[in-house]
Nanobody, 124 residues
Framework: QSQLVESGGGLVQPGGSLRLSCAGS????????IGWFRRAPGKEREGVSC????????KYVDSVKGRFTISRDNAKNTVYLQMNSLKPEDTAVYYC?????????????????WGQGTQVTVSS
């Protein structure tokens, strides 16, 4: 069964760091653009970051620019989201998603394949 599996969430104090992983199980991520999204309690789902299949294009929502870094390791079939300087407002369930967008295309909408999510809680 093909699926995306997120890991790396947890409880962290403000100012701390976490690294989320999105692994492809049963299929290769090489040809997929990968997006990270989050849903905070009582809020709509928000696109956080994405990376194109080529890895040449990355995007970030303004609220995480300079703090979050997305990367991919095709040899490990995994995409990462390094989150630094975390704030309480980053608390959410984080989801990764995949779509066959070509080359250097990386939108924050339009993904069809989704993982189950991992909880990130930023609190003292």
């Amino acid at each position: 069964q093909s699926q995306l599996v997120e890991s790396g969430g947890g409880l962290v104090q403000p100012g701390g760091s976490l690294r989320l992983s999105c692994a492809g199980s049963g299929f290769t991520l090489d040809y997929y653009a990968i997006g990270w999204f989050r849903r905070a309690p009582g809020k709509e789902r928000e696109g956080v970051s994405c990376i194109s299949s080529s890895g040449r294009t990355t995007k970030y929502v303004d609220s995480v620019k300079g703090r979050f870094t997305i990367s991919r390791d095709n040899a490990k079939n995994t995409v990462y989201l390094q989150m630094n300087s975390l704030k309480p407002e980053d608390t959410a369930v984080y989801y990764c998603a995949a779509e066959l967008f070509g080359g250097s295309y990386c939108p924050l909408v339009g993904y069809d394949y989704w993982g189950q999510g991992t909880q990130v809680t930023v609190s003292s």
